[in-house]
């Protein structure tokens, strides 16, 4: 395919993980390799800033502050869980490209950001403007359909592995066989990220904390989970259980929910998994249990954030300008795992709309009968995606991070109408 002259757009999707700024400036930085793309753009806030033509020069930030993205969390160029509800919004979408003669767009985000990257694809091509979309794989969820794993995930369970182990040295200090240590983790339709804190175990230590593990995967009990927690306690001074905030009971409904209310792509907006645990706890064993949500802390935690992971999006967001300078379109960038003893990581592309909306479930056969821990064939799948640390700058004593200027590009339409 011939070579595409034009400007390209980078925008961020959903909710941030500690590496998805590495994504960025793996885009940036081959983008300026290739002269085909003129102007380097991002999207302030995702698809919300495009529709409102807020769009900012990438190509004006220092060389410094792009690689100091490396080790900063968040979304730097700003995220939303808009989704484009009509006709009207996705013609806007196209309009701001063409203003702007926008020919390469790359979107990192989950899976409802790749459907959103595919339907703006198909609109262009319906409309004959000549674009390249390539999606840049992005949750802590993992559960991103076609990929082996997905960047952000190494770097959340790297953090809860480290939290657990830390909470359990406080919990061995003060439990007399009566403390129960409730830790409450994301997921909300798969269990990789609990599944996750089973790499706080050492090999020599196989009953050390997390003595229990529950995923959505596996139908919640209550009856169950008070035997397993009796259980535990029979033997060790405490029982440190991580649950996810996607946990189900037997008829497929959430245990617990924050509200009754739904974001804009529909998912329930879960939360209070932990709580419910520990109100069956106190009340069914009459003994003193502490529950804990880690929340936002797990997914913006640079400082123990993977240096393997943070690789691997840097490379993300390498192969995804690669692949759109090269004629590909309507593709997300895959992570393939090598066959080898030794780890290694090359990437691939996938279609989008095999993606968009899908979800990956941790597998049945990584999970123990017992229902609450993880075999041997999860640790030798998880454990090489949290390998290294990322070596983050400290000023005054905290954590120094990039903040981009976000210089603005001048509008060249009327202020879009939202209906």
Not at 72 to 84: E, I, N, S
Not at 247 to 264: E, I, K
Not at 381 to 389: D, F, K, T
Request: aromatic residues 8%; proline residues 3%.
């Amino acid at each position: 395919m011939s070579e595409l002259e034009g400007n390209c757009l980078v925008a961020q999707s959903g909710g941030p993980t500690s590496v998805i700024n590495a994504s960025l400036a793996g885009v940036v930085a081959e983008a300026l390799n290739h002269e085909c793309i003129e102007e380097i753009y991002g999207g302030a806030n995702g698809v919300l800033g495009i529709l409102n033509e807020q769009l900012v020069d990438l190509a004006s930030e220092s060389q410094q502050t792009i690689r100091a993205l490396r080790h900063t969390p968040g979304a730097a160029l700003g995220t939303c869980r808009f989704k484009l509800k009509s006709q009207q919004d996705y013609d806007r979408v196209l309009q701001v490209f063409e203003a702007h003669n926008i020919r390469y767009f790359f979107y990192a985000g989950g899976n409802d950001s790749q459907d959103t990257a595919d339907k703006i694809s198909k609109l262009a091509q319906e409309r004959g403007y000549d674009l390249r979309v390539i999606g840049i794989p992005k949750t802590i969820d993992n559960d991103l359909v076609t990929t082996d794993h997905t960047p952000g995930y190494g770097s959340v369970i790297k953090y809860i592995a480290s939290t657990v182990k830390e909470i359990a040295c406080d919990n061995a200090a003060m439990g007399q066989y009566d403390l129960v240590q409730i830790i409450e983790v994301m997921g909300r339709s798969a269990g990789w990220i609990a599944a996750g804190s089973a790499l706080a175990k050492r090999r020599d230590e196989p009953n050390a904390a997390p003595h229990l593990i529950y995923l959505p995967e596996v139908a919640f009990s209550p009856e169950k989970f008070i035997s397993d927690v009796q259980h535990v306690l029979q033997k060790e001074k405490y029982c440190v259980v991580v649950v996810g905030e996607g946990l189900v009971d037997a008829d497929g409904n959430y245990v617990s929910t924050a509200s009754a209310g739904s974001d804009a792509f529909g998912h329930s907006q879960l939360g209070g998994a932990g709580e419910y645990l520990r109100g069956l706890v106190e009340e069914s064993l009459q003994i003193k249990a502490r529950s804990v949500s880690l929340g936002m802390s797990q997914r913006a935690a640079a400082h123990c954030s993977s240096q393997t992971d943070n690789d691997e999006a840097y490379l993300a967001g390498q192969a995804a300008v690669k692949a759109a300078v090269a004629g590909e379109t309507d593709k997300m960038v895959t992570l393939l795992r090598g066959d080898g003893e030794t780890y290694t990581c090359e990437t691939g592309l996938a279609s989008l709309s095999e993606i968009a909306n899908g979800v990956k479930k941790l597998p049945e056969s990584w999970i123990n009968e017992d229902g609450v821990s993880m075999n041997y064939n999860f640790y030798k799948y998880a454990l090489p995606l949290i390998q290294g640390e990322v070596q983050v700058p400290y000023e005054n004593g905290v954590p120094a991070f990039a903040k981009l200027k976000m210089v603005r590009v001048d509008r060249k339409l009327p202020a879009h109408s939202f209906e």
